[in-house]
């Protein structure tokens, strides 16, 4: 039997990524072409009349603009993200309007930061979501209703879909596709855009968050740089208390309180980042980058990059077409 037609829109605002747009669009027009028959039809929605000009400044032109009467039944909605979206103020009638059509849809979701205009809306209350690493943080505090995951690609929570940011509205579109067509239909969708079916591990492997600038008091961030610049010394909390000539229990609270993490936590990650670094660029083996680290073993360094990063160390070689022969 042939699939009922399904219209898939794409909000896009001013200053939008355009490929949150053009990304899972793709996916869709190539699932018709694979299935053999016309089961999408995409749209782009604006908030205004005229062009709308991307982050890139190349400009699209909407089919629909919200404040028009569209004659459609809207089966999927997506919110695409602007790289600033998190820093402005969400326009009421955006908001207004989301609150008006989504009741009626099969699925409603954002890609990247346009989860913070769902959420401004009330439509992530109670929900599990995510969006880009760099923003999810401020997505959770903004609104503590709505449990974030930082670290997923993208997540299914009732009717609503949310992506993480850019090139996971694929994997996200693909998921719909999968959804609706079956899974060799999405496999072929895959293949034909040379496209992981299924992207190994979280976003997280391709967070730079950690890389942000020392905390705290200045005697704290004295800390941080030597943590930093010596990776593979032995950093106890002893030891870094002796070196801020204060008592391990007085540093422990200190640093947790100013810094927001245990002395640990922040050791492991701060040689998790150079592990990354020299993964990314040098041909080091593994058990030279955990020695380089200072990581007992290969096998300690495997389980602490995985933990921090999502995926193994060998995993994220890969990524970067640096693996050894």
């Excluded at 028009?68 to 820093?87: K, Q, S, Y």
């Excluded at 992506?163 to 067509?181: F, H, K, N, S």
Aim: proline share 4%.
């Amino acid at each position: 039997m042939q699939p009922s037609l399904k219209t898939i829109a794409i909000l896009a605002m001013p200053g939008v990524q355009l490929l949150d747009v053009s990304g899972p669009l793709d996916v869709f027009a190539e699932a018709n072409v694979q299935s053999g028959s016309h089961v999408y039809r995409p749209v782009v929605v604006a908030t205004t009349h005229g062009h709308i000009r991307s982050s890139s400044g190349v400009k699209l032109v909407a089919d629909y603009v919200i404040a028009d009467r569209i004659e459609l039944t809207i089966d999927t909605l997506l919110v695409a993200g602007c790289p600033n979206m998190a820093d402005v103020e969400s326009d009421q009638s955006v908001v207004d309007w989301l609150r008006q059509v989504t009741p009626e849809m099969r699925r409603f979701g954002s890609v990247c930061s346009g989860a913070f205009f769902l959420a401004a809306a009330g439509l992530l209350d109670g929900h599990r979501v995510t969006t880009h690493w760099a923003v999810a943080e401020r997505l959770a505090q903004r609104y503590p209703s709505v449990t974030v995951e930082a670290d997923a690609m993208h997540i299914c929570d009732g009717r609503l879909r949310t992506a993480a940011g850019v090139t996971a509205g694929l994997d996200m579109a693909l998921a719909l596709v999968e959804e609706d067509l079956g899974r060799d239909v999405a496999r072929k969708v895959a293949s034909q855009l040379v496209m992981f079916f299924k992207r190994p591990g979280g976003q997280m492997q391709f967070s730079r968050k950690g890389e942000a600038a020392p905390v705290g008091r200045s005697a704290l961030q004295e800390i941080q740089r030597w943590v930093a610049a010596n990776p593979a010394v032995n950093h106890s909390v002893a030891g870094l208390a002796k070196r801020m000539e204060v008592s391990p229990r007085h540093f422990a609270r200190l640093f947790r309180e100013e810094v927001g993490v245990t002395p640990a936590a922040w050791v492991e990650a701060a040689r998790i980042r150079v592990a990354r670094r020299l993964l990314e660029e040098a041909h080091v083996a593994p058990k030279q980058v955990a020695v380089e680290c200072g990581f007992t073993d290969a096998d300690t360094l495997r389980r602490a990059f995985t933990r921090q990063v999502g995926v193994t160390p060998a995993e994220y070689r890969k990524r970067y077409h640096r693996m050894s022969a």
